[in-house]
Each structure stands twice: as C-alpha cells, then as structure tokens.
C-alpha cells in the first residue's frame, strides 16, 4: 500500500513538472494540443485515437502506438500527446489498469521515458 502510495504521488508530481517544463501549465488538461485557430494536426488526431484505445481497455495497444508515433513524429506536439496520454491512464482505477494488464508503476516509469526525451 505505501509503494502504491508513493508511486502515486511521484506519478502527480512528475505529470506537473512535465506540464510545466513543455507549456508552462500545472495541469495537462489545460494544454492544447493546437490552438482554435489551426487546421487538425496529425498529433491532435492521434490523440483522439489513443483517447479511444482507453475507452477500449487496449491501454497497452495505446501505448506502443504512442511509442511508434514518438519514433514518427518527433517534437513538441507528440510529447504534449504522451503526456495526456500518461495523465489520463493515471485517473483510471486500479481495477480498471488491472483489466487492462497495467500498473501504476508501468504510468511512472512511461513518463519518465518522456522526461529524458524532453530532455535530449
């Protein structure tokens, strides 16, 4: 239970510190992905499929497109992706990541991949 815990917390501090560090923003739900002003970009499309591979349970199958997608298309937008991608799995209940074949652990140790991408 304290392993759960502290996994938690770091997995909170870490997504605010990514968000901070990408847009300056606290919260990765306040971060756009393109302004209203800009056509659908390939990156904000992704998202709405990786949105539904959630809603699907295929959280894995979400995160290795992810990955295929960061080899891609690097840059700002597709990191901002993963971000959103790593915050929305960590709201899920744990019975919801177990149905999925997912851990808390495994959210922590995917953004903090995306750290050291950042930080390339």
Known sequence: MLKD??????TEN???????V?????DPDDIVIDREDEPVSEEAAFYSDIKRKISEKDINGAENA????????????????ALKF???????????????????????????????????
């Open 66 to 81: 992810l990955y295929d997608m960061l080899e891609q298309l690097p840059g700002t937008k597709i990191l901002i992706v």
């Open 22 to 26: 990408l847009c300056g923003e606290d």
């Open 86 to 120: 790593y915050s929305d799995i960590s709201r899920l209940d744990d019975i919801i990541l177990s149905e999925c074949d997912f851990t808390r652990t495994e959210i922590l140790e995917g953004l903090q991949e995306i750290e050291k991408l950042i930080n390339c």
């Open 14 to 20: 870490l997504i605010r510190y990514l968000s901070g």
């Open 5 to 10: 815990s502290y996994v938690t917390n770091e």
